[in-house]
């Protein structure tokens, strides 16, 4: 009995993200580099890094996102599974969630593991560590998604990669904001952990559900 | 030759083009064409190249919506939403993932691709087997040769069976062993009730109707 | 390294020469872990953290030691295109990445009884991570690139660009660091060591080379095999009249 | 010996020899794996190879 396309599928993307690439490692070593480098910037005094460890933090898992997400649809589109999946059964849109789950699987989780460790190294208490890594918990599937609108809509481009990083980052601006003042609550007394924490899962929902639509839309225009 | 087992008949199937009318960039390729394909004929494609053989074979895989005209593709008595879904496309690349070995590409392509009532086709191992490269099963398709991958591409068409085969250019990176097997394969296709639309430049050993691009009509 | 004439040659003495360097290493580590617990005093400001130091410093000169191994290896792929160097470069990367990090994890359980805090921005322990990231970035190089000679040279024009690097990220970041004097950086190797902690710490040394050397020998071999697999599922796949029926493969395109 | 950071200290052997022992283990799995797929394939010009 074959397995359902959608976890054929699935598997298929893990397997092929493992097999090239080393899969997420690149995305985490993105993240340790962009980590590293903030400090000597702005110099060694941990509590200057500590009061701004979460904002660097999630501005690197933002980074590190749309980093892996540029060959999400173009290594399809160039070895023609692209344009087979059309004319599969399964509908597009399910497609697209199930290649972003996967992607956000095999880059977006190992960014939230890596966070708290990181954060160690800007000195973030054990609180902020806390909020950071459930604050990018919740908020890298919204960047997921939205990144992948910005990969469907470049696949066909030589270098995409910038122009999609272009696209993308005005849409995450929401996400990066009440990531960051989520993840910061611990540090200022005044802004509380649950009401920027609750936006941001219900950014992350409304993306999952809108964006493989204007996904699916993009990829079947493109790929004209 | 290896022994090839017998295919169920397809069910009634017509793949219908009418008034199609395609556009490539603003590039008007193909204008007002009209044919009916019912089950067991084929439709040979031919023409000098950039007259929109591939635009054609894409816009009736429903990659490429028409300007004017429409493509309908019947089976069963009832219309698909596309002809697409009827059908088994192949193009100049193949879409196995090169990361992947032959047979997990196979895998998911067979549990992608089948369609509900068709029964299963040939497993991985044997569709290989039947294109004469049973040992490329479980290497990575980025250590084949293009013929191997081209078999490897074909072996799809066996795995989970469906009435239309749009193939373009089929004999490409095929040897004369190679070229022998698709012949094969697609007569069986055809005497299984099956429908074929192909471009190419070398002749296929099947009895089809022409098309050749230029000239608008279509010859019986 | 560059001497041996040929992959098989290698394979041979690799065999040969193992179970003598193996036991070599268990030797002078059984002798430094004793004299690093037992024969060394404590230190008489840290008290026992000071054996950390037997762990810290050693691999910290590996990680060196390793670079340097692979930048020799980088001459021999580009120079002489010798194919062993191809193999022992890239064996040598994951090697020198575990003992950049078994460096930089020690280095923060060393300095959190002392600073209060997991990690600090030392001159010395801020350079060793760029070194790590620059490890990861090699491996990561040679994970992308298929085509195992092409990923051999890219990652050799790496590795000696990382070679002239080095002493330039050194220099900075001591700059940085004396530039941003936080007010309480304890320095990491303290005053002169004395005698009787200094042996324990070369025979440490000593033992974490050889060990190196083990690892490498042994990864390099595994990476000729690896290459010599491939080759054979490439040459079984071209010759169909091959009579041994197809079996599952289980390689991964390029596993360190 | 009562000592005030003998958990640091023995953090960081454990992690030493966790990380070094891993990659060595590593090292020779890899190894026995590779031989026996080189047997599948009855490497014809198999060298001497007298490792144990």
């Known amino acids: 009995m074959t397995p359902a396309p959608l976890s054929a599928l699935f598997l298929r993307e893990i397997r092929a993200a493992r097999r090239i690439g080393g899969g997420g490692t690149m995305g985490v070593v993105f993240f340790l580099i962009l980590v590293t480098i903030v400090p000597f910037a702005i110099g060694p005094d941990l509590n200057l890094l500590s009061r701004i460890g979460p904002a660097i933090l999630w501005i690197a898992a933002l980074l590190a996102t749309l980093l892996g997400l540029d060959r999400l649809f173009q290594a399809d589109h160039e070895d023609g599974s692209l344009d087979l999946m059309l004319t599969g059964d399964t509908p597009l849109e ?72 272009i696209l993308v980052l005005p849409l995450a601006i929401p996400v990066l904001i009440f990531g960051v003042s989520a993840a910061g609550a611990a540090n200022s007394a005044t802004t509380p952990f649950m009401t920027p924490f609750l936006i941001l899962c219900a950014l992350s929902l409304a993306t999952l559900a809108a964006a493989p639509f204007a996904v699916a839309a993009a990829l079947r225009h493109m790929s004209e | 030759m290896t022994d090839r087992m017998e295919k169920a008949p397809f069910p009634e199937t017509r793949l219908i083009a009418s008034g199609l009318t395609l556009r490539r960039g603003d590039r008007l390729l193909v204008e007002g064409l009209d044919f009916d394909l019912a089950n067991g004929q084929a439709l040979i494609v031919t023409g000098p190249n950039g007259t929109g053989k591939s635009t054609l074979l894409r816009g009736l895989a429903g990659f490429l919506p028409p300007a004017r005209g429409r493509v309908r593709g019947i089976f069963a008595g009832e219309e698909e939403r596309g002809a697409g879904a009827l059908a088994h496309y192949l193009g100049h690349v193949e879409g196995s993932k090169p990361a992947l070995t032959a047979r997990e590409n196979l895998h998911f392509w067979q549990s992608m691709l089948a369609l509900p009532g068709l029964g299963s086709g040939l497993s991985p191992d044997e569709a290989l087997t039947q294109l004469g490269v049973p040992q490329v099963a479980g290497l990575p398709v980025a250590y084949l040769s293009a013929g191997q991958k081209r078999r490897v591409g074909l072996a799809r068409l066996l795995i989970a069976p469906r009435p239309i085969w749009i193939l373009d250019e089929p004999l490409t990176a095929l040897d004369a062993a190679g070229q022998d097997l698709l012949n094969a394969m697609l007569r069986d296709h055809l005497a299984a009730g099956g429908l074929i639309v192909a471009a190419t430049h070398a002749p296929l050993a099947i009895a089809a109707r022409q098309l050749s691009l230029g000239s608008r009509e279509v010859a019986a | 390294m560059l001497k041996y004439a040929n992959p098989t040659f290698f394979l041979g003495l690799a065999g040969r020469l193992l179970p003598w360097l193996a036991g070599a290493t268990a030797l002078t580590l059984a002798i430094g872990m004793w004299g690093a617990f037992f024969y060394a005093p404590a230190d008489y400001q840290q008290g026992q953290t000071v054996r950390i130091m037997y762990i810290h410093v050693p691999s910290a000169w590996l990680a060196m030691f390793c670079y340097a191994t692979m930048a020799a290896s980088a001459l021999g792929t580009l120079v002489w295109r010798h194919p062993l160097a191809d193999a022992a470069q890239k064996a040598a990367a994951p090697i020198g990445a575990v003992f950049t990090f078994v460096c930089l994890v020690t280095g923060s359980l060393w300095g959190k009884p002392m600073w209060g ?34 990923a051999a040279r890219a990652a050799a024009i790496l590795t000696l660009v990382g070679v002239i690097n080095l002493p330039i990220i050194k220099f900075s970041v001591d700059w940085w660091n004396t530039l941003h004097q936080p007010a309480s950086v304890f320095r ?69 | 010996m009562n000592v005030a950071h003998l958990g640091f200290i023995l953090a960081s052997y454990i992690i030493a020899i966790v990380a070094i022992g891993g990659l060595a283990a590593g090292i020779w799995l890899e190894y026995r794996r590779l031989q026996r797929e080189l047997a599948q394939y009855g490497d014809a010009q198999r060298e001497r190879d007298s490792a144990p």
């Not at chain 1, 880059?107 to 593991?113: F, R």
């Not at chain 3, 490890?135 to 994970?143: E, P």
């Not at chain 3, 440490?204 to 697999?229: D, K, P, Q, Y």
């Open chain 1, 94 to 165: 399910l497609i697209v969630l199930v290649k972003c789950l996967a992607h956000w699987t095999v880059t977006g989780l190992p960014l939230v593991v890596a966070a708290p460790l990181f954060g160690l190294m800007l000195a973030l208490e054990p609180e902020a560590l806390f909020g950071v890594t459930i604050s990018l918990l919740a908020g890298t599937p919204a960047l997921g998604m939205l990144g992948a609108i910005g990969a469907a809509l470049t696949v066909t481009l030589r270098r995409g990669g910038l122009l999609m990083a």
């Open chain 3, 117 to 150: 805090t997991w990690w600090v921005w030392d001159a010395r322990l801020t350079s060793v991570l760029v070194l790590f990231v620059i490890y990861l970035g090699l491996i990561a190089l040679w994970q992308t690139i298929e085509d195992s000679s092409r």
């Open chain 3, 188 to 256: 990491m190797d303290g005053p002169t060591i004395a005698p009787s902690m200094l042996w324990p710490l070369l025979v440490m040394g000593i033992a974490f080379t050889l060990l190196f050397t083990t690892l490498h020998v042994m990864s390099t071999r595994n990476e000729i095999l690896r290459r010599r697999l491939r080759r054979l599922a490439i040459q079984a796949a071209a010759g169909e009249a091959q009579a041994r029926p197809a079996h599952r493969l289980s390689t991964s395109e390029s596993a360190p």
